[in-house]
């Protein structure tokens, strides 16, 4: 009898979750389709696409635009991008992360008295990179100019009616804002009021960021006027900016504030186009970026549950949400120890970190009769090549982990629980951007998570532009990562990660969420609903996941307590059935819940039946979907 319960129980899930009702539609479109965080970007993508552009101008558009409106970034972040090339059928990873600048080392920042670098300000700042990303994109895979493709941006940037959301922010962090001349003069237009931040509907001005982008298109058309072609006169805008004038006055407000940036640093630094990480799941060719995002940790998290008949637990029982909780902590602390930038020794074990022979190692420690908090990193270079040692068993011994032989795993000696409180955690677990999907008829598809520059952003100079603040990603102190020590010229191991996937040698889905640490959660998740649950793309953005806190958090907190793992505290839905949750605290769990816990998810799903595209697009704010 109890086995026929638990079969019934298990159709019932898998029925509801296939057939449930969605508070926005999903999106439908033949000819393409632009979806972002904001719906004045979406709406800058259309305008694009309907001036003849393919889904690369179309979504440089959208960048271009949400980074004006101060959508939880600005133009001095970073870029990161995935792109489904038709004329090659490869998928390209978009390198446009900043790197740390002349000066930003460990010792500097120690000599401080930080235990990580700082989280606001000008010393947080990596160099831009969303600029560079941009203009590569569109002079390499785009068709119209820069002044077509900033045009809706650069009409923002002369005034636009600010949302609330923004504008509530800005009066918010006022205090803070106040300390950086140049950010008080944009975000404060009304200092000496009560409220001196705009008001929503405000016609929103930004006289700096316009004469900056005005910058970048007369550099264009001088290019073409002296008979450079189309990519030549967009790289000239690329050379002013990196270089020239604008790079000055960016080094020069930078400097002023206390930064590290120099003009070397601009000038050495470029966006890079790098071979994505990928593996197969099911028949389903799964691509995410190297190893300096953490891309990654969904990959080996999908060879982990590879092992195991997902459907066959039912979606969002008490086993399938224990079977994922474990499989992400045991990716996650992978991540922490082991990826990094890969142009800097030491090499990261990516190789056997992503081989499913390690990964059914790691699937056999699961226990499913209660949580472990005591998972720590893996010894992946077994699986590396003949003959490789795990190089740093001393270092992990200095951070309090011992090797299980019998099980190759490595379990903490120390209490890692205490640290700050719950609240400050799942805020900074939570720290979120934006993201934006693109495609067209002629199989161009475009997926970015940009971040970097956000409210409160210091701004450099008289540029317009907020600087990043991704610094705060690197670590000082090798026992905590050995390939993530902050040094000039390296990039951080960031948490930002678009996803795309193809079937049978075709687009199949592209995907991105915004959400700092829990953005591979959100996304692992979301593909699992579409690949192994039916869901289609608006079902699954809206579906009820939930986040682990079993992890080191990757932004805010200057200090190590403020950033150590929360064993199985566990992050569930409102709707979350009492039997499960009666369930998940048997096996030790303690549980938290909200009304909206799937993260804004953007999405688009290619129909190859009936030659058309599915958006699906959050109804967590304000995301939106335009398709055609």
């Not at 799941?281 to 080996?300: A, E, F, H, M, S």
Request: proline share 6%; net charge positive.
């Amino acid at each position: 009898m109890k086995h026929l319960l638990a079969l019934f129980f298990c159709v019932v899930i898998l029925f509801s979750a296939a057939a449930q009702q969605t508070q926005k539609p999903v999106l439908h479109g033949k000819n393409w389709m632009a979806i972002t965080g904001k719906p004045l970007a979406a709406t800058a993508g259309a305008m694009t696409f309907q001036k003849g552009g393919n889904a690369v101008d179309a979504a440089c558009a959208m960048l271009a635009a949400t980074c004006t409106m101060w959508d939880v970034l600005s133009w001095g972040g970073e870029t990161q991008a995935l792109l489904y090339n038709p004329k090659t059928k490869k998928v390209i990873a978009l390198n446009a992360m900043g790197v740390a600048p002349t000066g930003a080392t460990a010792a500097f920042f120690k000599g401080k008295g930080y235990q990580f670098p700082p989280e606001h300000g000008p010393l947080a700042a990596t160099t831009p990179g969303t600029p560079g990303g941009l203009m590569h994109l569109l002079a390499n895979y785009g068709t119209l100019s820069l002044e077509q493709v900033l045009a809706p941006a650069m009409e923002m940037a002369a005034g636009y009616p600010i949302e609330a959301q923004t504008a509530n922010s800005f009066e918010r962090e006022k205090e803070r804002l106040k300390q950086w001349p140049y950010s008080k003069k944009v975000f404060l237009p009304h200092l000496g009021q009560k409220r001196e931040a705009p008001e929503a509907g405000e016609i929103f001005v930004q006289k700096d960021l316009l004469a900056t982008l005005t910058k970048l298109v007369e550099a264009e058309k001088n290019a073409l006027q002296q008979g450079k072609s189309r990519k030549e006169a967009i790289m000239a805008a690329y050379a002013r900016f990196y270089t020239g004038d604008i790079a000055q006055e960016f080094v020069r407000g930078c400097q002023e504030q206390g930064g590290l940036i120099t003009m070397q640093d601009l000038a050495k630094w470029k966006p890079l186009e790098e071979e994505p990480l990928s593996v197969n799941y099911r028949g389903i060719d799964v691509y995410k970026l190297q190893q300096w995002t953490q891309g990654p940790v969904l990959l080996q998290a999908l060879n982990v549950l590879e092992n195991f008949d997902l459907k066959g637990m039912g979606y969002n029982s008490a086993k399938y949400i224990h079977t994922l909780y474990q499989a992400m902590n045991l990716t996650f602390a992978d991540r922490d120890f082991y990826y990094g930038d890969p142009a800097f020794a030491p090499k990261e074990p990516m190789k056997g970190l992503l081989s499913k022979a390690y990964a059914k190692q790691r699937a056999s420690l699961i226990q499913f009769d209660k949580n472990n908090p005591g998972i720590g990193p893996g010894d992946p270079y077994p699986f590396e090549g003949k003959g490789l040692k795990n190089p740093y068993l001393k270092l992990l011994k200095q951070r309090g982990y011992e090797m299980d032989t019998t099980k190759r795993n490595f379990a903490p000696t120390h209490d890692i629980r205490n640290g700050s409180s719950m609240v400050d955690y799942q805020q900074r677990l939570w720290l979120g951007t934006t993201t934006m999907e693109a495609a067209d008829k002629e199989g161009w598809v475009v997926s970015i998570t940009p971040s970097g520059g956000w409210n409160p952003a210091c701004i450099a100079g008289n540029t317009g532009v907020g600087m990043s603040q991704r610094m705060q990603s690197f670590v000082l102190d090798a026992t905590l990562n050995p390939f993530n020590v902050v040094e000039p010229g390296k990039r951080p191991r960031v948490t930002l990660t678009p996803s795309m996937a193809l079937k049978d040698g075709k687009p199949f889905l592209s995907f991105a969420v915004q959400g700092g640490d829990t953005q591979d959660q959100n996304l692992l998740q979301f593909f699992l609903n579409v690949a192994d649950f039916g869901m289609n793309v608006q079902q699954a953005a809206e579906a009820a996941n939930f986040n682990t806190n079993q992890l080191w958090l990757s932004l805010g907190g200057a200090k190590m307590d403020d950033r150590k793992p929360k064993p199985g505290h566990i992050l569930l839905h409102d709707s979350t059935p009492e039997g499960v949750r009666s369930q998940l605290k048997k096996m030790g769990y303690i549980m938290s819940f909200d009304d909206r816990t799937s993260g804004p998810i953007n999405a688009i799903y290619f129909d190859w039946k009936h030659g058309s595209f599915w958006g699906g697009s959050s109804n967590h704010g304000e995301d939106y979907g335009i398709g055609w």
